[in-house]
């Protein structure tokens, strides 16, 4: 099983600055098959980042995602109010398809 | 434009069976994968397993693998979550997703449904 250590646990932050979210594999992910969600409470994930970097449809780009192999980040260059939520990393190259335990994104 | 709808919320007792959906709609049903995530109050998401409507094919986490059983029915477009017997510690919320990509799946989990909350208590 491929185990996703995210780090931090929680960040806070100010709007207007930037964030940099880590997720860390225990292993190499096939393809680079890593997504990045944003869950705030009450609803549904929301899928931001697919592919280690490719941004889902309708997501700003001020948010990006970069990293290959057992490293990867997720980067939003300047927190809106909106971004400020749970961020989950997964892997879905190899199956059980295992998600990290989330980073919370609060505000300072 | 695609849609997963989750049937409404549970509550039952220990040991009492259950079967959750999610309705599929459009999009063409049986070419994506659909699957299932718990996330127990006020903690992360948990993978559970998949299923490609198609075929069939299930695939389980095997921390779930003989507690749950996932199926599919095409002529319905609905994706199923089922306990044989419930426990308390299955009190969570559940989700289904659509998996992007057609059968490569390549693309993440790109539409949710809103959820189903399944409470176990006596």
């Known amino acids: 099983e491929v185990v996703l250590t995210q780090s931090p646990g929680t960040v806070s932050l100010s709007p207007g600055e930037r964030a940099t979210l880590s997720c860390r594999a225990s292993?190499?992910?096939?393809?680079?098959?890593l997504a990045w969600y944003q869950q705030k409470p009450g609803q549904a994930p929301r899928l931001l980042i697919f592919g280690a970097s490719s941004r889902a449809t309708g997501i700003p780009d001020r948010i990006s995602g970069g990293g290959s192999g057992t490293d990867f980040t997720l980067t939003i260059s300047r927190l809106e109010p909106e971004d400020f939520a749970v961020y989950y990393c997964q892997q879905y190259g190899r199956s059980p398809y295992t998600f990290g335990q989330g980073t919370k994104l609060e505000i300072k | 434009e695609v849609q997963l709808v989750q049937s409404g919320a549970e509550v039952k007792e220990p040991g009492q069976s259950l079967k959750i959906s999610c309705q599929g709609s459009?999009?063409?049903?049986?070419?994506?994968?659909i699957g299932w995530a718990r996330q127990m109050p006020g903690k992360g998401l948990e993978w559970m397993g998949i299923?490609?409507?198609?075929?069939?094919?299930?695939r389980y986490n095997p921390s779930f693998e003989g507690q749950v059983t996932i199926s599919a029915d095409r002529s319905v477009s609905t994706a199923y979550l089922q306990w044989s017997s419930l426990k308390a510690s299955d009190t969570a919320m559940y989700y289904c997703a659509r998996r992007g990509g057609g059968i490569s799946g390549s693309l993440g989990d790109d539409h949710w449904g809103q959820g189903t909350l399944v409470t176990v208590s006596s």
């Open positions: 459009g999009y063409s049903f049986t070419t994506y994968w």
């Open positions: 292993q190499g992910v096939p393809n680079n098959y």
């Open positions: 299923i490609y409507p198609g075929n069939s094919d299930t």
